[in-house]
Structure formats: structure tokens, C-alpha cells
């Protein structure tokens, strides 16, 4: 457990150091592995420049982060919270931040097995592993303007990872047809649960 003289310390780094003082507190609860951010109820300390662009892009103050191991420290310590806004959270700060459409991306799939029993898996863009279950879902919502499906994963807690469109044709290779609640939907099965992506007749010119 932190102690209220380091906590304090790190409180001072932060807010003196701006990505630098963050890094540093984040490194330290990141020591262990994923931290338990969810568990962690620290004072909202406002907002940092920091954007998640919709390519994965991390930018702060308008420059992208163009280090990685910045950019998976970083990523362990995100929070999606009921408001829907998605912060950075240590022990002892709550930082905002804006995310362009998902934190993360799904850049590499691994399937094993065939029907009711294949298991399907992604790699994020942070090297991530997440196995498609009950648990972490697969879900498909319409895109504005285009009309197309985009594909998103829950990776843990309400952070969820945005399966690129390579990656997804590729998951459409997979697909097959299942009677749901009386409607013929196309979808794929990963550990046992079907995960419909649309009607089936509305997908003719994407399959």
C-alpha cells in the first residue's frame, strides 16, 4: 500500500511534471502487472491534453507519443467510468481524457477450432490478448455516414478495443448463419456463444 507521504510525493510530481509526473505514478502501481484501477476512488484532478485518436494514435498537447512503452503504460492504467468519459487513474489521481471512438485496437486475430467450439482471440495495438467470451463480447454497431459495421471487443472493465477493418474482413470469413429470437442473423461463434453481427439478408455485398 501506498503511504500518505509517497502518495503526496507522487500527488507533486504529477502536477508539477505534467506527462513526466504521470509517468512516474503510473509506473510505479503498473509494477505488479494491469493495475486495479476499478478499485481505486481517487479526487479527480481535471483534464490533461492527452487524445486517443480513432487510429490508435496517443497524442499529448497535439504531438503524438511516439513511445510505444509510454503508450502501454499509459493504456494499463485507463478507466472507462459510468459517464462515459474515460480517464487515467492512479492511486491517487483521476485524470481526464478524450477518446476519439474505442482506447484500443485489435490488430491481429487467432482462432482455433471450428463452429460452436472456436475460440477467437485478438491482439490490441498495446499487445493486449483478448479471447472473445461471454465475459469479453463481440459487438457490432452501425458506422455513421457509411452505414458499415464496425466491431468492438470488451477488453476489461468498459474499455473496449475496435477491431480494424482488415481484421474484421477476416472475422466475416468466419461467419455463419444462426436463427435468433425468429431472425436468420449472420454471425460467429468464439467459446461456445454466438455473437450476431446484422440480418443476415443485409449483408449480401460484404460477404
Given at each position: 500500500?501506498?503511504?500518505?507521504?509517497?502518495?503526496?510525493?507522487?500527488?507533486?510530481?504529477?502536477?508539477?511534471?505534467?506527462?513526466?509526473?504521470?509517468?512516474?505514478?503510473?509506473?510505479?502501481?503498473?509494477?505488479?502487472?494491469?493495475?486495479?484501477?476499478?478499485?481505486?476512488?481517487?479526487?479527480?484532478?481535471?483534464?490533461?491534453?492527452?487524445?486517443?485518436?480513432?487510429?490508435?494514435?496517443?497524442?499529448?498537447?497535439?504531438?503524438?507519443?511516439?513511445?510505444?512503452?509510454?503508450?502501454?503504460?499509459?493504456?494499463?492504467?485507463?478507466?472507462?467510468?459510468?459517464?462515459?468519459?474515460?480517464?487515467?487513474?492512479?492511486?491517487?489521481?483521476?485524470?481526464?481524457?478524450?477518446?476519439?471512438?474505442?482506447?484500443?485496437?485489435?490488430?491481429?486475430?487467432?482462432?482455433?477450432?471450428?463452429?460452436?467450439?472456436?475460440?477467437?482471440?485478438?491482439?490490441?495495438?498495446?499487445?493486449?490478448?483478448?479471447?472473445?467470451d461471454g465475459d469479453h463480447p463481440l459487438r457490432f454497431e452501425t458506422e455513421a455516414g457509411s452505414g458499415g459495421l464496425k466491431p468492438y471487443v470488451?477488453?476489461?472493465?468498459?474499455?473496449?478495443?475496435?477491431?480494424?477493418?482488415?481484421?474484421?474482413?477476416?472475422?466475416?470469413?468466419?461467419?455463419?448463419?444462426?436463427?435468433?429470437?425468429?431472425?436468420?442473423?449472420?454471425?460467429?461463434?468464439?467459446?461456445?456463444?454466438?455473437?450476431?453481427?446484422?440480418?443476415?439478408?443485409?449483408?449480401?455485398?460484404?460477404?
Amino acid at each position: 500500500m501506498t503511504s500518505p507521504k509517497r502518495s503526496a510525493e507522487f500527488k507533486s510530481q504529477s502536477a508539477a511534471g505534467g506527462l513526466a509526473g504521470l509517468e512516474t505514478i503510473a509506473r510505479e502501481a503498473g509494477a505488479k502487472g494491469i493495475p486495479p484501477v476499478e478499485k481505486w476512488e481517487p479526487d479527480f484532478c481535471g483534464d490533461l491534453d492527452i487524445r486517443i485518436a480513432a487510429d490508435g494514435t496517443w497524442y499529448y498537447l497535439g504531438s503524438p507519443i511516439g513511445r510505444k512503452p509510454l503508450v502501454r503504460l499509459f493504456s494499463s492504467v485507463l478507466r472507462k467510468d459510468a459517464d462515459g468519459r474515460t480517464y487515467l487513474v492512479t492511486p491517487v489521481e483521476k485524470i481526464g481524457i478524450t477518446v476519439d471512438d474505442a482506447p484500443f485496437l485489435a490488430v491481429e486475430m487467432a482462432v482455433e477450432g471450428t463452429g460452436r467450439d472456436q475460440r477467437i482471440g485478438f491482439r490490441t495495438n498495446v499487445d493486449d490478448f483478448v479471447a472473445v467470451d461471454g465475459d469479453h463480447p463481440l459487438r457490432f454497431e452501425t458506422e455513421a455516414g457509411s452505414g458499415g459495421l464496425k466491431p468492438y471487443v470488451l477488453v476489461r472493465g468498459r474499455l473496449e478495443t475496435l477491431v480494424v477493418r482488415s481484421v474484421f474482413y477476416d472475422l466475416v470469413e468466419l461467419g455463419e448463419e444462426q436463427t435468433v429470437d425468429g431472425t436468420v442473423m449472420f454471425g460467429v461463434w468464439s467459446q461456445g456463444t454466438f455473437f450476431p453481427m446484422a440480418p443476415a439478408d443485409s449483408l449480401a455485398g460484404l460477404r
